[in-house]
């Protein structure tokens, strides 16, 4: 298995919207009501919201490849671009998915650690992120890979109000 992980540029825009679109269906939709769920994912994932977050320069989207094939992708925002906690100190990782054909290969675990790397080589001192109180899978994730909860805070799915874990993982910055 070849894996490769490349930064998002502005040509990529229609395959990130597809792929953000496709992998948070796939997470979400069995616990959301479609009306919901087409409210938030055309929210999210309009081509004017993406346009404008693959330009700004403290966010950065990374697609990952495994035998040439676009199987996941990474967002993760700096200072102000930080939906919640926007410290200096930190790097969010507001976005971590994977094609739903390819779990159970650990590539949650090589985009997470290209998080943490990128953190590590702009000198942070922590990661933060925010799930679903609801998403099992994912908390598991990230608690093996050292996140704790810190807070949490309302997050709508259309007209759902429902809660997300804040959680960090403290780094060793030499």
Same mark, same amino acid.
């Given at each position: 298995?070849?894996? !490769? ?13 597809? *792929? ?9 939709? !069995?616990? &959301?009501?479609?009306? &919901? ?6 929210? !999210? ?35 102000? !671009?930080?939906?919640? *906690?926007?410290?200096?100190?930190? *790097?969010? @990782?507001?976005?971590?998915? @994977? $094609? ?9 675990? @090589? ?13 942070? #001192? ?42 960090? #993982?403290? $780094?060793?910055?030499?």
């Amino acid at each position: 298995m070849k894996l !490769a992980i490349r930064e998002c540029m502005i040509d990529d825009l229609v395959i990130l919207r597809e *792929i953000s679109y496709k992998t948070y269906n796939e997470t979400f939709k !069995a616990w &959301n009501t479609p009306s &919901n769920m087409e409210d938030y994912l055309e929210k !999210a994932f309009n081509m004017s919201k993406m346009r404008d977050e693959l330009l700004n320069a403290s966010s950065k989207f990374y697609f990952l490849y495994v035998d040439e094939k676009l199987t996941g992708y990474l967002k993760l925002n700096e200072g102000l !671009a930080q939906t919640d *906690i926007k410290d200096s100190e930190s *790097i969010e @990782v507001e976005r971590i998915y @994977v $094609l739903k054909e390819f779990h159970g290969k650990a590539l949650g675990s @090589v985009l997470m650690n290209k998080a943490i790397e990128i953190a590590k080589e702009k000198k942070k #001192k922590y990661l933060w992120l925010g799930v679903w109180e609801n998403n099992d899978k994912a908390m598991k994730f990230y608690k093996r890979n050292g996140f704790y909860i810190i807070g949490k805070h309302s997050f709508f799915m259309g007209d759902d109000e429902q809660i997300d874990l804040i959680m960090r #993982k403290d $780094l060793e910055v030499n």
